[in-house]
């Protein structure tokens, strides 16, 4: 039986729906944002049931979406940019910013298929089809420079509605993109309040636009090449089973506590105690050489970490990726605790110092890292962050059912951290793995008793 496609009916450019002054100067890429230009665009959504006999629902929606995402745009006007480039030959240099004015603006597409919730939340695997859910497939972040920065793709179902963004991740993490989604949701939602005010919308998290740069670093950033050929790679995915695994709070807790337990101490974190399990089982599915070395990534904040902090509404990438490293003998041999104290360490350790040597380094000698070539076949990233408010977006439907990704930064071993659905602490875990090692994981015994978790946690 042939899976039903995915259907464009319309798409529209939608501008940012005032110009300020702030708005029309050049946003220079920091550091942050460069290292990211051959990584993908960020692809994430949400699914929301549709309304049941409500007239015209989806023109409304979708007429409401448009207005409150060029509101939200005023706020957030650089996603309606492009990258431009300026190149020198002698010295050869290249530098980046964003064009945040000569721009058609973000991308609004309106798409059909005929599936319902079902089709998409029951199977074990997530279907291929919830990537035709977003636009840019493939495309890296340099692709700015002639694609829209920010697309939105609004997929009506039989019984539901998913609205996917993609973000160039160029121009903001994790962080920026969540403030930027709830944003786009708290504009929508406070338009039928205030009727004849609609465009004098007040906003919680107003993003801040000065892009960090070292105290001793000029912007722009000057690259020492000739071609972007010399730094940008397209990067293909394996294939991959995408897995959502749902963690309650009450195993969460467990798990934590007898990671901290084996470790007498009480600062191992929840997600650092996940990540340690993670981390063994799949390292377990590998077969992986018990001399090989074996590592587990966590992308983390810099915001807090950076003296004075940074605040969380900055927008733009501060993000950095730590890690643990060991033989596999060492991972499997000994307990949980002892895995998830390596990462509790690579995550404290990471401070304002750290991450300012890292800067000053990578200036001395830029390199714009490459996908395929950051991660070895026996390591785990940890991606994304269940602090995240992702369900706090509602768009009038109420509370989103699910949340999830495109074909986006996906390998062997991408593990990508959502709040669960329940909210209290629960989590759920996206991982990518081939269909080998994923078969693997779903029989490793420690692994699968923690997803399980039958008996509720007395603490």
Request: proline letters at 7%; aromatic letters at 10%.
């Amino acid at each position: 039986m042939r899976t039903p496609a995915v259907r464009r009916i319309s798409e529209c450019f939608v501008k940012p729906h005032r110009e300020t002054e702030e708005s029309n100067e050049i946003c220079y890429l920091s550091p942050w944002d460069v290292i990211l230009l051959s990584y993908h665009y960020i692809q994430k959504g949400l699914l929301f049931k549709k309304p049941v006999d409500e007239q015209d629902f989806i023109e409304n929606l979708l007429e409401k979406l448009k207005t409150s995402l060029s509101l939200a745009l005023s706020h957030f006007y650089p996603l309606a940019g492009r990258l431009v480039t300026h190149k020198t030959q002698d010295p050869p240099s290249y530098s980046f910013f964003v064009d945040c004015k000569n721009s058609s603006g973000a991308r609004f597409i309106y798409a059909s298929l005929d599936m319902t919730i079902s089709h998409i939340l029951s199977p074990v695997y997530v279907p291929p089809i919830v990537h035709s859910f977003f636009d840019h497939h493939k495309a890296v972040n340099h692709d700015g420079h002639t694609m829209p920065l920010l697309s939105v793709q609004v997929t009506e179902l039989v019984d539901a509605v998913f609205i996917g963004c993609s973000m160039n991740h160029s121009i903001g993490d994790g962080t920026s993109y969540w403030n930027f989604f709830n944003t786009w949701s708290e504009i929508f939602q406070a338009q039928s309040q205030i009727q004849g005010h609609e465009y004098d919308v007040p906003i919680s998290r107003p993003p801040i636009h000065n892009r960090w740069f070292p105290n001793d670093c000029r912007s722009p950033i000057n690259l020492p090449f000739q071609h972007h050929d010399e730094f940008i790679c397209n990067f293909e995915a394996p294939l991959l089973r995408e897995r959502i695994f749902h963690f309650s709070a009450e195993c969460i807790a467990r798990l934590k506590a007898k990671a901290n337990s084996e470790c007498n101490t009480t600062k191992i974190s929840s997600l650092q105690s996940l990540s340690a399990l993670v981390w063994r089982s799949i390292t377990r599915a590998r077969s992986v050489p018990f001399d090989e070395k074996t590592s587990c990534k966590m992308a983390i904040n810099n915001r807090s970490r950076m003296e004075p902090p940074v605040p969380e509404e900055y927008f733009g990438n501060l993000v950095q990726v730590v890690g643990a490293e060991s033989t596999t003998r060492e991972l499997l041999e000994n307990d949980l605790g002892w895995a998830a104290w390596k990462l509790h360490l690579a995550v404290t350790s990471h401070n304002d110092k750290v991450v300012q040597e890292s800067v000053q380094g990578w200036l001395q000698s830029p390199v714009i890292p490459q996908i395929h070539r950051l991660f070895d076949p026996y390591s785990v990233l940890m991606g994304s962050s269940p602090r995240f408010n992702k369900y706090g977006s509602e768009f009038g439907m109420g509370r989103a059912l699910a949340i999830r990704s495109g074909y986006a930064n996906k390998f062997d071993g991408k593990v990508t951290s959502y709040p669960g659905h329940e909210g209290g602490g629960s989590m759920d875990l996206e991982v990518c793995l081939s269909p080998q090692n994923m078969t693997a994981l779903e029989s490793d015994q420690e692994f699968m008793d923690v997803v399980r978790c039958p008996v509720p946690c007395s603490s």
